[in-house]
């Protein structure tokens, strides 16, 4: 136990000091990268606005500067940054290189990628224990060409261990091609629009553990009382405290309310995706202005994001359905269900959930809510702008006391001498 | 009704028990308002600090609440001894006499000091031609003016909307047993909306009119002392002023109307306080010569 401890702290010492040279190595890699960026940006503005020879020559020293000074980011990463403490079973050694923070080239269309793999990071995400050949199926060899785009639908080389099969994502997909989401529709003729539904990456990053923190105070994410009961049966610390996260971070959602919402309004609240998909509402903006909403914008982490309300109880949040499909919790007859739920509103009546929570301000959606708040504006309007202007003209009158048309003052004055 | 003090007369406002209430409105108006608006305005900068201020997400709207309970039953009681007052001075001596009726009721409750009066419209109207420059009289208010009236009838109307709406709101589950769910969203809009305008209208026409104008800047003193000061007395309830001063048997003392010229007869720094003991006369005098020479000119 106590080898563990001094263990513990040792990797502590070192990966903190790594950091540090980490941390000013990324920022001056940023410095040389930016510029490297900037020439490039350059050179494809003079590709795009012209085609004059005369300029043939400046954008060759251009990508010869570009090429000398790539080299210069690789040579200088090597020979500056300490690789990340790396712990983990990296079987591929395929940190050999990207361990390497100022791993970047510029892409074919002249966007900016950045290849370096923070361990710590990695491996406090979902995907710690998949390894890197498991979803980039297609590098066999090292150096590698440039690499496909991961497809999130390939059987990864993890073992489910409730059913011992290889793990897949696949029945997500299935799940998310019944849903509302699906780039089909049911005779299988593609949506009109199609491009516009989400794939995996729209939705997911590769998620980090997140932190049980809002109630147990410990240690983010760890408490130490239930890392103590799982030591009792299990020896290996780095898989208790993976086993440990595996499960409680899907004791709740991965993202927070407002984190959820943010993500949803990526297209949800686009104006273009709402008109090209005749949507009655900015969906994220009109829950935004609930009660619901603001606590989550509050950092709320009990208030109903949009899945809470939208996915049909212990149902995969991939199978959302539209509020018009009758098998939907959200179609008009179900919907009770959502605010009744046990969790929430308990005591409610059906009518609660008649409530328009995605009310707009706006004469064609809710006409009546619209008239309504017109008539606070005006009483607002009608009852401020005219006293404000009596405030404004009493300050104005202060300053000539003098001035005056009729002076009956002084006449009463002299009658009164 | 007259308290004289270092030579000062003072004219009494408002019991302490009318004090006492007007604190606790004042103070659960100012929380409500400190804790609500970070929600109304939730994408605005300030508010995180704010909220967080008042405990973020998880208190402050129990300090919302607990305020807004506070101030409903503040409201409750203001009824209850409006109609007692009413009924214990004026509506049992009628009954005792037997001179009650429907038309003697609804007289009576309508000549009531806060009732709107044609005098207001009167006063409203000579306001207007003062502020507009056409007349250097200004109005001769009554005990509460035009503006005193605006001051109670406005939370007067705001409490009952904001108390219901925010009521439904909070007790959704039991109101919505009777109402239709839309009246969330109603609740909501009034609430949020009523709840800016009496904001708006209190930190800006009420504060003016009883702290930031220039003759009380910086700060009134009546809600605390319940007395007026006579120069106050003067600028805004001329008509009043002299029927208490007649009816105390001082109208020798009496002033004469505000000066819009900016030579106040009861500006301390032109007179000595000694002076506003002897008889007004005395004090007219020793004005007349400054305005003596300015109409010679």
Redesign the interface.
Not at chain 1, 297 to 300: E, V
Not at chain 1, 351 to 356: T, V
């Given at each position: 136990m106590i080898k563990q401890k001094e263990l513990n702290t040792y990797r502590y010492i070192t990966s903190c000091s790594y950091e540090a040279i980490n941390t000013v190595g990324v920022l001056a890699c940023l410095l040389l990268n930016i510029s490297l960026y900037f020439l490039v940006y350059c050179q494809n503005i003079e590709e795009n606005l012209t085609l004059d020879c005369r300029n043939l020559r400046i954008m060759k020293l251009n990508r010869v500067y570009g090429r000398f000074l790539s080299c210069g980011v690789l040579f200088f990463s090597c020979l500056f940054f300490m690789p990340a403490d790396s712990f983990a079973a990296d079987i591929g050694n395929c940190l050999l290189c990207h361990k390497y923070p100022g791993l970047s080239r510029i892409g074919e269309n002249g966007k900016f990628r950045l290849f370096y793999v923070n361990e710590n990071v990695f491996m406090n995400s979902v995907h710690a224990k998949v390894k890197c050949e498991g979803c980039h199926t297609d590098i066999k060899k090292i150096p590698h060409d440039p690499a496909e785009k991961v497809d999130c639908l390939r059987e990864c080389h993890i073992t489910e261990p409730s059913s011992e099969q290889k793990f897949s994502h696949k029945e997500v997909a299935a799940f998310l091609s019944k849903s509302v989401h699906a780039k089909l529709d049911e005779k299988q003729n593609p949506k009109k629009y199609a491009e516009d539904m989400p794939n995996c990456l729209d939705c997911h990053d590769n998620p980090l553990y997140r932190p049980l923190s809002f109630f147990k105070r410990v240690r983010p994410g760890i408490s130490e009382m239930a890392l103590g009961r799982c030591r009792v049966c299990h020896k290996e610390d780095e898989f208790i405290f993976r086993f440990y996260n595996h499960v409680t971070t899907r004791l709740h959602t991965i993202r927070s309310p407002k984190n959820i919402a943010e993500m949803c309004g990526r297209c949800h609240d686009d104006p273009k995706v709402v008109t090209r998909h005749n949507l009655s509402t900015k969906a994220v903006y009109s829950y935004?202005e609930?009660?619901h909403g603001?606590?989550a914008?509050?950092?709320?982490e009990r208030i109903p994001d949009c899945l809470d309300c939208h996915v049909n109880r212990g149902q995969s949040v991939h199978q959302m359905l539209s509020h018009k499909d009758p098998l939907s919790i959200t179609y008009e007859t179900n919907k009770a269900e959502i605010c009744t739920n046990m969790e929430c509103?308990p005591?409610?009546?059906p009518?609660?959930?008649?409530?328009?929570v995605h009310?707009e301000f706006d004469p064609e959606q809710?006409p009546?809510?619209y008239y309504?708040?017109i008539f606070?504006?005006t009483?607002?309007g009608a009852?401020?702008l005219p006293?404000?202007g009596?405030?404004f003209?009493?300050?104005?009158?202060?300053l000539?006391?003098?001035?005056?048309?009729?002076?009956?003052?002084?006449k009463q004055?002299?009658e009164?001498? | 009704m007259i308290k004289v003090k270092k030579g000062k007369k003072y004219f009494f406002r408002s019991t302490v028990n009318q004090r006492i209430q007007h604190i606790i409105l004042a103070s659960c108006v100012i929380v409500l308002v400190l804790t609500g608006m970070p929600l109304k305005f939730h994408d605005a900068s300030w508010a995180h600090y704010l909220y967080a201020l008042f405990g973020g997400i998880k208190v402050a709207p129990i300090v919302h609440k607990t305020a807004g309970c506070i101030l409903m039953l503040l409201f409750g009681y203001h009824l209850i001894y409006l109609a007692s007052n009413i009924y214990i001075g004026q509506i049992a001596p009628l009954r005792k006499n037997k001179e009650l009726s429907v038309a003697r009721l609804l007289k009576l409750l309508a000549t009531q000091p806060l009732m709107p009066n044609r005098k207001d419209v009167k006063d409203m109207i000579q306001l207007f031609k003062y502020l507009l420059f056409l007349t250097d009289r200004k109005p001769e208010g009554d005990e509460f003016t035009w503006k005193n009236k605006f001051d109670y009838w406005a939370p007067f109307w705001g409490i009952p909307v904001l108390g219901i709406s925010g009521l439904i709101m909070w007790n959704k589950e039991f109101a919505t047993k009777f109402l239709p769910g839309e009246i969330i969203n109603y609740a909501l809009i009034a609430h949020s909306d009523e709840a800016l305008l009496a904001a708006l209208f209190l930190f800006i026409w009420h504060w003016y009119n009883v702290h930031f104008k220039t003759s009380v800047f910086p700060m009134g003193t009546v809600f605390i002392t319940g007395y007026i000061s006579e120069k106050l007395m003067v600028e805004d309830h001329y008509e009043h002023y002299v029927k208490i001063m007649k009816k105390a048997g001082l109208e020798h003392e009496i002033l004469p109307p505000h000066d819009p010229y900016g030579r106040e007869p009861a500006n301390e720094k032109a007179f000595p306080a000694e002076l506003h003991t002897a008889s007004a006369g005395q004090n007219f005098q020793t004005m007349n010569p400054k305005k003596g020479d300015r109409r010679n000119d």
């Open positions: 935004g609930t009660f603001k606590a914008n509050y950092l709320d509103h005591k409610a009546t009518k609660l959930a008649n409530y328009k009310m809710s009546r809510e309504f708040k606070f504006i009483l607002t009852t401020l006293l404000m009596i405030m003209l009493d300050l104005f009158r202060r000539f006391p003098n001035v005056s048309v009729r002076i009956t003052r002084r004055e002299d009164s001498i | -």
